[in-house]
């Protein structure tokens, strides 16, 4: 019980998340109108995936410094989650875009940016299938993955914010934060954000305890 | 210092020798982009001047970048394995990373160039200022060799590895490759130069990025 507050966090965040970004009072903006609900779950989960990649991307610095196979495992399973979340945060900006841009991908450069993103990290996933030696594998893919991670920042980050983009907080747009926001909404969003990262954390470290059982077994 | 210069000097020198006595991989690298500007030229029937600068630009980058993937990919590959030992007995790894992106920019900037030549005789030459475009072109050849260096190291670890090195390596160059068609597109316009100088900034940028990792985490590559 006592290691398992955050768990417990977590699954309360969520449920609040759910029932205020669904029920609670949101300003009206044209175009937008009630779609401005997806800032609840599309935002959060980019915050959430970029933080998971972030930290895979520690703990291969981590397993090159210290040749821990435990540690290759945490970066791995992080980088699935983070995946998992790129995907859902794909799935539910294109149904936002749907409806404010007026097409589910538009040829945008912080969508482009994202897909990228993705190719970059299943790539990583096919470079890890591509070994038998795990030892080699974890050292090849481990040195992939912070290459990886040096690229991706400014893939999303950086580029898009130079040319012109539909997308908030880009191509000179403000984000959404700034106007569009009232406090009712942060005190939603900013929670939301703390639970999809506590969220991707839990199903990480359930697929690590998982992955560790399986090493044991076939040992 | 000086010592370490020297080992890369004769690092470098190893490398063109070992180049110049297997010409077939030299000459086959040039055929090769002569060969797929000709294709794209057959294959658009283009009289000269009939593609737009737009798709004549990226046409000639993405020939560029595969000739890039190419040639880069038989860095690691080309020597067995035990040579490979062999010199990491004498030298640091840094020296040898180092050794092999010096010797791929020198070889890329080859390969640009003629490349460059070629297509503008074939195609057609929009080009308004050229300083520009040869300076993207050079900024392309050490970002492409800078990035895929280290990509075909870890490629030539897998069983795979052709297949393996263009799936790693396109999402790495993607940024760099929409960067430097941006400058070279300023380039065809013949735009101010003080428009490009944020794209050749980022460029720079990533540049050390990718050169600085390379350096960084080649030591654990070589390892395995």
Known sequence: MKNSWWKILAVAILTYTVFWGILGKV??????????????????????MTTLLLTSAIFSIRYLRSGLADHDRIAVEFANTGIVFGLLGCATGSVWANFTWGEPWPNDPKLNGAA??????????ILRGSFDDEQRRARISAVYNIFAFAVFVPLIFI??????????????????????????????????????TLLGVWITELRVRLSR???VVEE | MAESVRQLGALMRKEFLLEWRQRYALNGMLLYIVGAVFVCYLSFSARRGLLTPIVWNTLFWIILLFTAINAIAKSFV?????????????????QIILSKILY????????????????????????????????????GAIGFAASLTLIAGIASKAENSATLMAVLSFPIVLPLLLMLLRVSKNAIDGLDRSVSWDEIGIVLAIDAIVLALSWM????LWRS
């Open chain 1, 116 to 125: 990228v993103a993705m190719l970059l990290y299943f790539a990583y996933l």
């Open chain 1, 159 to 196: 580029l898009p914010r130079l040319t012109d983009s539909l997308h908030p907080g880009n191509g000179g747009n403000p984000a959404f934060g700034q106007y569009d926001m009232n406090s009712q909404m942060r005190m939603v969003f900013y929670p939301a954000v703390i639970g999809f």
């Open chain 2, 104 to 139: 791929n920019i020198v070889l890329m900037l080859a390969l640009a160039g003629l490349g460059f030549v070629v297509y503008a005789f074939v195609l057609g030459n929009p080009v308004q200022d050229v300083l520009l475009y040869l300076l993207s072109l050079a900024l």
């Open chain 2, 217 to 220: 985490l080649f030591p654990f």
């Open chain 2, 78 to 94: 080309q020597e067995r394995a035990g040579r490979l030992l062999y010199y990491y007995t004498l030298a640091s790894p840094q």
């Open chain 1, 213 to 215: 059982i399986r090493a």
């Open chain 1, 27 to 48: 300003p009206r903006q044209p175009i937008l109108n009630e779609s401005i609900r997806n800032v609840y779950f599309h935002v959060p989960l980019w915050f959430g």
